[in-house]
């Protein structure tokens, strides 16, 4: 219990210290943030628990996967949000990212990987 703790600790601060970051400086808390600080984190605290390099990456192949669905929502919120504004943005964004995450499941589908 105690482990979990400290897990969810670290990780939040490290989300804390980039949103404060981007605060201060658009372009350095941009390039953090693009940093797939998350996923280290997610294997170094799977590698921590021993769990098996079989199932480590298993979880890339599929955080890249899902990364391909999310590429759209990128590319269209800055758009959105200086013609809609935030919440409005954040909606459509969510809806493109579920259609995108259904067209990625569907062409994996052909390689033989089940998404969901």
Not at 83 to 100: D, N
Request: glycine letters at 2%; proline letters at 3%.
């Amino acid at each position: 219990m105690l482990f979990i703790l400290v897990k969810i600790l670290v990780t939040a601060f490290i989300i804390v210290m980039v949103s404060e970051i981007a605060k201060v400086n658009d372009r350095i808390g941009g390039l953090i943030a693009a940093m797939p600080i998350s996923t280290f984190l997610i294997l170094f605290w799977m590698y921590y628990e021993n769990v098996s390099e079989n199932k480590i990456a298993t979880h890339i192949n599929y955080t890249l996967l899902y990364l391909i669905a999310t590429v759209p929502m990128f590319l269209i919120f800055p758009y959105c949000l200086n013609k809609f504004g935030f919440l409005i943005s954040i909606f459509i964004c969510i809806v493109v990212t579920l259609i995108s995450t259904i067209i990625v499941h569907q062409i994996s589908r052909n390689f033989d990987i089940k998404l969901f």
